[in-house]
């Protein structure tokens, strides 16, 4: 269940930090946002700002983190979408609960591109479907000469 005390002293933080700089959205994520926070747990921010160095606001989130008044620390994490870790960023957005502002964000900066390849091996003899198997999925191969054993492994595509 969500600590309503946590999300509202993440609100607090989220006002009095839009007050003072450029903030274009504030997420809640972790324990208290999957609402399974423990004793010990911290309320974890992301701090989204739209500048290409958002570090450089580091000491006055911080102040502004430690003059919140909530029971658990608040934990904040700058960044610009830009330059956040994708994997972090995507569990975030998945978890995570929005408190302040609003946060568009393009599919570019989260996910990774990818290619999708379809083919079908129907028409063709069974060594070339084979061959074209391996390729695409990879394959092991193991070899005993005497009494060593040598693999070889190909990753596919």
């Not at 989204?48 to 658990?72: F, H, L, M, W």
């Not at 061959?131 to 005993?144: D, N, V």
């Amino acid at each position: 269940m969500i600590e309503e005390n946590d999300i509202i002293a993440a609100k607090r933080f989220a006002l009095t930090l839009s007050e003072v700089l450029p903030v274009e959205a504030v997420i809640v994520y972790g324990s208290v946002a999957r609402g399974k926070p423990g004793d010990t747990s911290d309320i974890d921010v992301m701090v989204v700002i739209n500048d290409p160095k958002p570090e450089k606001y580091t000491g006055e989130v911080t102040k502004v983190a430690i003059e919140t008044p909530s029971a658990r620390d608040i934990k904040p994490v700058l960044t610009n979408l830009r330059d956040a870790n994708h994997e972090f960023l995507k569990n975030v957005l998945r978890e995570g609960r929005v408190v302040f502002g609003k946060l568009v964000v393009e599919a570019s900066s989260v996910l990774k591109p990818m290619n999708l390849i379809i083919y079908t091996t129907k028409k063709l003899k069974k060594s070339a479907a084979s061959r074209i198997s391996q390729i695409a999925h990879g394959y092991t191969t193991k070899k005993i000469i005497g009494k060593k054993e040598y693999i070889s492994e190909k990753a596919g595509i």
